[in-house]
């Protein structure tokens, strides 16, 4: 990895393959504690609709968050504008807020259709398993 600044602030780029697919994998290991994590909460008696419903508020709470905050470090040009900016300018932004829009509905389709799986998959689990009786 190798630090990028301009004095202020800097970012980090990733500069090999290596380093890309270990960032890749971080990223899918957190993502998998998801599921796990929602099957925990179900066998301690949680709905998980309120789960889902604790996920969906944190992560709109947290995007709202960065975009504010991340959004407004440095000075706004013509070139990088700051998230107000753009916010002000939403006329000339609708292919970008369409695709954002997009990814969102797809990110919590994604997460209801794990949810449903995973209480169907311990339904049928459930099912199949015979019940031993005292008596045998």
């Not at 889902?52 to 040009?77: K, P, W």
């Not at 107000?84 to 797809?106: C, M």
């Amino acid at each position: 990895m190798m630090m990028v600044s301009d004095g202020k602030l800097g970012a980090y780029v990733v500069e090999s393959k290596g380093g890309a697919i270990a960032c890749i994998t971080l990223s899918l290991l957190c993502l998998g504690t998801w599921p796990a994590l929602l099957a925990l909460l179900e066998r301690r008696g949680r709905l998980p609709q309120h789960t889902y419903l604790d996920y969906s508020i944190t992560n709109f709470s947290a995007a709202i968050f960065i975009a504010f905050v991340f959004g407004q470090i440095g000075e706004s040009t013509p070139e990088a504008q700051s998230f107000i900016t753009q916010l002000t300018q939403i006329q000339d932004n609708w292919p970008s807020v369409l695709f954002a829009l997009a990814g969102g509905v797809g990110l919590s389709i994604g997460n209801l259709a794990t949810q449903y799986a995973l209480a169907l998959l311990v339904c049928l689990l459930q099912k199949s398993q015979p019940l031993a009786s005292p008596l045998l």
